[in-house]
């Protein structure tokens, strides 16, 4: 191997799928490695790019020079690389899209761009002919430019008003817009220092603003910090720290001391079910194999614990681990959770995290002072070294699934991951997918199963109550039938707490026209507009478009305007008419707004401040609050008629997860499940908590529709602004699909669900296939089509194993 090189071939993040060669200049031939990011020209732009190959073999036309190196080492070692080239393979994006979202860092990359002198500027502002005599800011601000490019936000900051002058001074050819990178490239490791450590939030003592802002920082991320790197994330961190340390409120200390500290907190020993799943996952990871298990444990079996004991098991091992986590999940008492069982060793990633939180963590990981990474989605990707074990918590969870290119999921990445490094996964759920169940039979995991909730607790008793008979005998068309309002009220007079879950957000779902009948409709979707009271307007859920509620019909112009159906508003509302003393939290999109609305909303409800916790799917999930003894299901309906195949599978687990909220720990548990459809398969296994016997059902429908896991899918989306536009582009995907070979079946080319969308006019084709490599070789004709005929970039959308078909 020779250890210069004129050669490389990048991978940037534009849709033509395929690397392109650049010239190294000197400086750069012995130093570049694959898996570096490096900025290079692109037709008139600079674009950052991850090194594929260097090599020394002249390309058939000049290559162009690269500009800069970003990393002396890779950022993507190899077998992230190869991962990455699998993503892109197997979810057919553009492989630069990929390899850009596995180094998030890149992102902020692109977008903090400075204004920088051209050449041209340069030799004007030595010989200071400026081209408007008189103009003093010209001047001034280009000599500040000379000295270093800067943002337009700082420049308007210094000059006010100086984007008209920026304009013209580019318009001159003095100055351009340039891609920030050596400066505010986060992954370049800030002088170390002092750490800061921190153990939690001290009990009654004043802070000031600056204080209070460290403190939401550091309770987020758990650990010990870079000083220097704080103050970059926290503005006045340095001296809020230094200040709060004088008082003990915190600790600093020399950059070296921290690496050993390991503080862990007492923990519960394992019963017989997580001891005997937990050796089954330690004697894989002694092998040094790979291995998929699911663990298929009832909510509150104590998952979490085996989770631990896992990594700990890999620790021992010497080997890193990843556990990933879905989106809500990832909140500060889990990060402490972790962080108190691991210290230091715990890497917290989050997509929410800006870049430079991310960076940190990241090089954390690569140098090996973190060997556990815990996150959301993307942290699949994590440079864990010596990867030994992944765990996916809640694998059937939507949010694993990214939507938007490159489209993967997690879960499934994480398997693949795992396999290339000999590593075991861990896939862990209540309410398994169909996907991962089924690969059980397949032979391809291994089931550990915890039957029974820990300490003998019994699961709650569930009772579905029949709306229809409700208004049979009551004759009124409430949102609460009396037993689950006396069932509350009971409640709250023993102390004891509801969570009621109301999947809808906002007060009426939507305002139609007793006159026409027609629908306030989004002006760019071909959805309903939803009411929201608390800000009296009409909302989009899916493009948050708003507009106040119109006095007259649109269509009509009649006055006979009414709101129909509810949402998680209405509910609260209607409860503090029904239970004036209660004391009433909601959580949902509406409530979460800052960052740590969340917390401090379920904080407040695990606390006792509230009788009553409302809310969307968001109280579903993992909460283990040991004063619930009733959970409420106002609507067990919602979704069930949506025009998806998981319909059922996700209204099987949304009930089944909410229902296990009750009766977690000494005192027993009640669901009360409303609904109209107390026939339906799901509803009946969601009540009778039975995962096996919904298994079968819905895998005979999945077997009969051959829906998957008995085939491979992937739904295309046309759309375009123009409907004209998107109707030919659809038509030209029907015909390229036209007489599909045998064993591929097509359905539409149709109007998608949400027909239009963000003002986009949408046409959807699903495609089954018994073989994925054919499915695959068929997407691949179908983007290479558009790239040819030159579609619009996000023109077409190839989502493969789709999660939601709207
Ligand atoms: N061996 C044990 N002995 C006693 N308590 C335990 C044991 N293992 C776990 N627990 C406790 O049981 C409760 C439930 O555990 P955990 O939250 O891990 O359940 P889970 O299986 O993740 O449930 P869900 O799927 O509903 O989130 C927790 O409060 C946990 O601390
Ligand atoms: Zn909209």
Same mark, same amino acid.
């Given at each position: 191997?020779?250890t210069?090189?004129?050669?490389?071939d990048?991978?940037?993040?534009?849709?033509i799928d395929?690397?392109?060669?650049y010239?190294?200049?000197?400086?750069?031939?012995?130093?570049?490695?694959?898996?570096c990011?490096?900025?290079?020209?692109?037709?008139?732009?600079?674009?950052?790019?991850?090194?594929?190959?260097?090599?020394?073999?002249?390309?058939?036309?000049?290559?162009?020079?690269? #500009?800069?190196?970003?990393?002396a080492?890779p950022?993507?070692?190899e077998?992230?690389?190869?991962?990455?080239?699998?993503?892109?393979?197997y979810? +057919?994006?553009p492989?630069g899209?990929?390899?850009?979202?596995?180094?998030?860092l890149?992102g902020?990359?692109?977008?903090t761009r400075v204004?920088?002198?051209t050449?041209k500027g340069?030799s004007?502002?030595?010989?200071?002919?400026?081209?408007?005599p008189?103009?003093?800011?010209a001047?001034d601000?280009l000599?500040l430019?000379e000295?270093?490019?800067?943002?337009?936000?700082?420049?308007?900051?210094?000059?006010?008003?100086?984007?008209?002058?920026?304009?013209?001074?580019?318009?001159?050819?003095?100055?351009?817009?340039e891609?920030?990178?050596?400066e505010r490239?986060?992954?370049?490791?800030?002088?170390?220092r002092?750490?800061v450590?921190?153990? *939690?939030?001290?009990?009654e003592?004043?802070?000031?603003?600056?204080e209070?802002?460290?403190?939401?920082?550091?309770?987020?991320?758990?650990?010990?910090?870079?000083?220097?790197?704080l103050?970059?994330?926290?503005?006045?961190?340095s001296?809020?720290?230094r200040?709060?340390?004088?008082?003990?409120?915190? %600790?600093?200390?020399?950059?070296?001391?921290?690496?050993?500290?390991?503080?862990?907190?007492?923990?519960?020993?394992?019963n017989?079910?997580?001891?005997?799943a937990?050796?089954? %996952?330690?004697?894989?990871?002694?092998?040094?194999?790979?291995?998929?298990?699911l663990?298929?444990g009832?909510?509150?079996?104590?998952?979490?614990?085996v989770?631990?004991?896992?990594?700990?098991?890999?620790?021992q091992?010497?080997?890193?681990a990843?556990?990933?986590?879905?989106?809500i999940a990832?909140t500060?008492a889990m990060?402490g959770?972790?962080?108190?069982?691991?210290?230091?060793?715990?890497?917290?990633?989050?997509?929410?995290?800006?870049?430079?939180?991310?960076a940190?963590?990241?090089?954390?990981l690569?140098?090996? =002072?973190a060997?556990v990474?815990?996150?959301?989605?993307?942290?699949?990707?994590?440079?864990?070294a010596?990867l030994g074990?992944?765990i996916?918590?809640e694998e059937?969870?939507?949010?694993?699934k990214?939507? /938007?290119t490159? &489209?993967?999921?997690?879960?499934?990445?994480?398997?693949?991951?795992?396999?290339e490094?000999?590593?075991?996964?861990?896939?862990?759920?209540?309410t398994?997918?169909l996907? !991962?169940r089924y690969?059980?039979e397949?032979?391809?995991?291994r089931?550990?199963?915890?039957?029974?909730?820990?300490?003998?607790?019994?699961?709650?008793?569930?009772?579905?109550?029949?709306?229809?008979? /409700?208004?049979?005998?009551t004759?009124?068309?409430?949102l609460?039938s009396?037993?689950?309002?006396?069932a509350?009220?009971?409640?709250?007079?023993?102390g004891e707490?509801t969570?009621? #879950?109301m999947? &809808?957000?906002?007060?009426?779902?939507?305002?139609? +026209?007793r006159s026409?009948g027609?629908r306030?409709? +989004?002006?760019?979707?071909?959805?309903?507009?939803?009411f929201h009271?608390?800000?009296?307007?009409?909302?989009?859920h899916y493009?948050?478009?708003a507009?106040?509620v119109?006095?007259? +019909?649109?269509?009509? *112009?009649?006055?006979?305007?009414?709101?129909?159906?509810?949402?998680s508003?209405?509910v609260?509302?209607?409860?503090?008419?029904?239970?004036?003393?209660?004391r009433?939290?909601?959580l949902?999109r509406?409530t979460?707004?800052?960052k740590n609305r969340?917390?401090? %909303?379920?904080?407040g409800?695990?606390e006792?401040?509230y009788?009553?916790?409302?809310?969307t799917?968001?109280?579903?999930?993992g909460?283990?609050i040991?004063n619930v003894?009733?959970?409420g299901?106002v609507?067990?309906?919602?979704g069930?008629?949506m025009?998806?195949?998981? !319909?059922?599978?996700r209204?099987?687990?949304?009930?089944?997860?909410v229902?296990g909220?009750? *009766?977690?720990?000494?005192?027993? *548990?009640?669901?009360l499940?409303?609904?109209?459809?107390?026939?339906?398969?799901?509803?009946?296994?969601?009540?009778e908590?039975?995962?096996?016997?919904?298994?079968?059902?819905?895998l005979?429908?999945?077997?009969?529709?051959?829906?998957?896991?008995?085939?491979?899918?992937?739904?295309?989306?046309?759309r375009?602004?123009?409907?004209?536009?998107?109707?030919?582009?659809?038509?030209?995907?029907?015909?390229?699909?036209?007489?599909?070979?045998?064993?591929?079946k097509v359905?539409?080319?149709?109007?998608?669900?949400?027909p239009?969308?963000?003002?986009?006019?949408?046409?959807?084709?699903?495609?089954?296939?018994?073989?994925?490599?054919k =499915?695959?070789e068929l997407?691949?004709?179908l983007?290479?089509?558009?790239l040819?005929?030159k579609w619009p970039?996000?023109?077409?959308?190839?989502?493969v194993d789709?999660?939601s078909?709207?």
């Amino acid at each position: 191997m020779p250890t210069f090189f004129e050669y490389i071939d990048v991978s940037l993040p534009v849709p033509i799928d395929r690397p392109f060669t650049y010239r190294l200049p000197e400086t750069l031939r012995h130093r570049v490695a694959p898996g570096c990011r490096i900025i290079v020209p692109f037709g008139s732009r600079k674009l950052t790019g991850v090194i594929l190959r260097a090599h020394n073999d002249p390309p058939s036309v000049t290559a162009k020079e690269a #500009l800069r190196l970003l990393d002396a080492e890779p950022v993507l070692e190899e077998k992230l690389l190869a991962l990455g080239r699998w993503v892109a393979d197997y979810y +057919c994006a553009p492989l630069g899209e990929v390899l850009r979202s596995m180094a998030p860092l890149t992102g902020e990359v692109r977008r903090t761009r400075v204004w920088a002198l051209t050449d041209k500027g340069h030799s004007v502002i030595r010989q200071l002919l400026i081209g408007e005599p008189g103009n003093d800011t010209a001047v001034d601000l280009l000599r500040l430019l000379e000295q270093r490019a800067l943002s337009e936000t700082t420049l308007e900051r210094k000059f006010p008003g100086a984007k008209k002058l920026l304009k013209s001074l580019e318009k001159k050819g003095l100055i351009e817009l340039e891609q920030n990178l050596a400066e505010r490239d986060p992954m370049r490791a800030p002088a170390a220092r002092l750490r800061v450590e921190f153990q *939690g939030r001290p009990a009654e003592v004043k802070l000031t603003k600056q204080e209070r802002e460290l403190v939401a920082y550091l309770e987020l991320h758990p650990g010990t910090h870079n000083l220097e790197e704080l103050e970059l994330l926290v503005k006045g961190a340095s001296q809020a720290a230094r200040a709060m340390a004088r008082r003990n409120l915190l %600790i600093l200390k020399p950059e070296a001391l921290t690496a050993d500290t390991s503080w862990a907190k007492p923990r519960h020993d394992l019963n017989p079910e997580q001891q005997a799943a937990y050796d089954e %996952i330690r004697k894989a990871l002694d092998a040094h194999h790979y291995q998929t298990f699911l663990l298929r444990g009832v909510t509150g079996s104590g998952k979490t614990e085996v989770y631990l004991s896992a990594i700990e098991a890999a620790l021992q091992l010497d080997r890193g681990a990843l556990l990933l986590v879905p989106e809500i999940a990832l909140t500060p008492a889990m990060a402490g959770q972790f962080h108190s069982r691991f210290g230091d060793q715990v890497a917290i990633l989050h997509s929410a995290f800006n870049d430079s939180e991310r960076a940190e963590q990241w090089r954390r990981l690569r140098s090996g =002072l973190a060997k556990v990474g815990v996150g959301t989605r993307s942290a699949v990707f994590a440079p864990v070294a010596n990867l030994g074990l992944i765990i996916v918590d809640e694998e059937h969870d939507q949010s694993y699934k990214q939507e /938007e290119t490159p &489209r993967y999921n997690g879960r499934d990445v994480a398997i693949v991951r795992a396999r290339e490094a000999k590593a075991v996964v861990v896939l862990g759920s209540a309410t398994p997918s169909l996907e !991962s169940r089924y690969n059980v039979e397949r032979g391809k995991s291994r089931l550990l199963e915890l039957p029974v909730r820990v300490g003998d607790r019994p699961m709650p008793t569930v009772e579905l109550i029949d709306m229809r008979e /409700e208004f049979l005998e009551t004759r009124q068309n409430g949102l609460f039938s009396r037993k689950l309002i006396e069932a509350i009220g009971a409640k709250i007079e023993s102390g004891e707490q509801t969570v009621l #879950l109301m999947n &809808r957000r906002g007060f009426s779902a939507s305002v139609a +026209c007793r006159s026409c009948g027609e629908r306030v409709q +989004c002006v760019n979707c071909a959805v309903a507009l939803t009411f929201h009271r608390r800000d009296n307007r009409l909302l989009c859920h899916y493009c948050n478009f708003a507009q106040r509620v119109p006095q007259v +019909c649109p269509h009509c *112009g009649s006055e006979h305007i009414y709101f129909l159906g509810s949402g998680s508003e209405k509910v609260e509302d209607e409860l503090h008419r029904h239970l004036p003393r209660a004391r009433i939290a909601r959580l949902d999109r509406d409530t979460v707004t800052g960052k740590n609305r969340y917390e401090q %909303i379920l904080g407040g409800f695990r606390e006792g401040n509230y009788d009553i916790l409302v809310g969307t799917q968001m109280i579903a999930k993992g909460h283990d609050i040991p004063n619930v003894t009733l959970v409420g299901v106002v609507s067990g309906d919602i979704g069930l008629a949506m025009p998806d195949f998981r !319909s059922a599978e996700r209204a099987f687990q949304l009930l089944t997860q909410v229902a296990g909220r009750a *009766g977690r720990h000494s005192l027993p *548990g009640t669901v009360l499940i409303q609904t109209i459809n107390p026939d339906h398969y799901a509803i009946r296994c969601a009540a009778e908590q039975d995962f096996g016997k919904f298994y079968e059902k819905e895998l005979q429908f999945r077997r009969l529709m051959r829906y998957p896991p008995f085939c491979a899918m992937a739904n295309i989306v046309v759309r375009a602004e123009k409907q004209e536009d998107a109707l030919r582009m659809s038509g030209q995907i029907a015909n390229l699909l036209g007489m599909p070979e045998e064993g591929i079946k097509v359905l539409g080319p149709a109007e998608a669900p949400v027909p239009r969308l963000k003002n986009e006019f949408r046409y959807q084709t699903l495609i089954k296939a018994i073989s994925r490599p054919k =499915l695959n070789e068929l997407l691949k004709c179908l983007r290479q089509h558009a790239l040819d005929d030159k579609w619009p970039a996000t023109a077409l959308v190839v989502d493969v194993d789709p999660m939601s078909l709207l």
